[in-house]
């Protein structure tokens, strides 16, 4: 009995997360969207981009920012450097000599979310404005990304973030389109329940110093509709990045990024106080998704007890090692059609996993080090 029922209960989880649910919001969002109210509108940004050891990179940022079309007067560039200890320094300090738009704010090693803390607090804003030192951005997306605001309540718009090639095997853009279409249906319904660090903006009177090690990606939305305002995503504002170079290099962020996820989940009070619409958001394409390693191998385990009883469980297992067997092909970078996707899946699912261990054994650092082949 409790093998069926682990079965049919991770079986159950695994469909939700990645089919049942994309599809139910989309289908509710057409039928009870909440629009949002848009306008043109000019008010005084600051964008502030935290930056760690970037001197590949931060020339190329500086100069994508200080293109923007939107008034040059309404817009204050800080580069927030966590103790960079390359050229960093130097080239903001170089571009900010001729450019007066552009600031250089040391900050002590601490991580991006200090590093941001220090900049809000350094400025002054109505809107601040986020990215990441290795993106860039369309020409309009500055003023693509504020136009929600005209919506008294919005307090958090995210962008639209285009993944460019990778130079080697990463599978992540596939993913990603996918994750921006749900994101979306989110949109469309209320409030998304995550964002990106490439491209996102809030009000300043909405602003939050969470917990260093947070982040403000997942972090951000659910505090947000905590307090009764939006969070929501504009698909016009679009941001370039390079994703890691390799799959391997990928697994190796996520676990990072899922181990920020786990505390988040099980520290961040991230449940309490909101819609019961939304909470139905948070478990299904947040608690369940960072839960999909577990619910994997709880079905592998239940597949392989039951295989002798009934057809479908042997189906079922028979299915388990056809996707591991593709994902092998993947891994050995076989041309055969959809092994890469099963092998990012498989790293994407097993990093679900190994975050949760390493969380539980050693915590959540609020300092790392970048993804290879992203810059």
Known sequence: ??????????????????????????????????????????????????????????????????????????????????????????????????????????????????????????????????????????????????RPFADPDVAYVCGRLRLLRPDGTNREGAYWRYELWLREQESALGSVTGGNG?????????????DPRFGHDLSFPYLMVQRGRRAVYEPTAQAFEKPSRDL?????????????????????????????????????????????????????????GLAGRAGVYRVALAAQLAGLGLAAAGRLRAPVPGAALAYYYLLVTQATAVALARYVRSGVPAVWDKAGGSR
């Not at 819609?275 to 948070?282: G, I, K, S, T, W």
């Open 1 to 146: 009995m409790f093998r069926r029922a682990l079965f049919w209960t991770s079986l159950g989880a695994i469909a939700w997360t990645h089919a049942g649910y994309p599809l139910a919001a989309a289908a509710l969002a057409r039928r009870r969207g909440r629009p949002v109210r848009k306008g043109e509108l000019t008010p005084k940004v600051t964008v502030i981009v935290a930056a760690y050891d970037e001197q590949d990179v931060i020339e190329r940022r500086l100069e994508n920012l200080l293109a923007l079309d939107y008034p040059p007067e309404l817009v204050e560039i800080v580069v927030a450097s966590d103790a960079s200890t390359d050229r960093t320094d130097e080239l903001v300090e170089a571009v900010a000599a001729r450019e007066p738009r552009v600031r250089l704010l040391r900050c002590p090693r601490g991580g991006k979310v200090q590093a941001q803390n220090l900049a809000v607090r350094e400025t002054d804003g109505e809107l601040l404005a986020f990215s990441d030192a290795n993106a860039t951005w369309a020409p309009d997306a500055l003023r693509l990304l504020v």
């Open 248 to 304: 391997e290099d990928e697994y190796h962020r996520k676990v990072r990024m899922f181990e920020h996820c786990w505390l988040m989940l099980l520290r961040g009070g991230m449940l309490r106080g909101v819609p019961a619409l939304y909470a139905v958001q948070l478990v299904s394409h947040r608690a369940l998704r960072y839960g999909s390693g577990l619910a994997h191998a709880a079905l592998a385990i239940s597949s392989l």
């Open 198 to 210: 490439s491209i996102y903006a809030v009000r300043r009177s909405d602003y939050l110093e969470v």
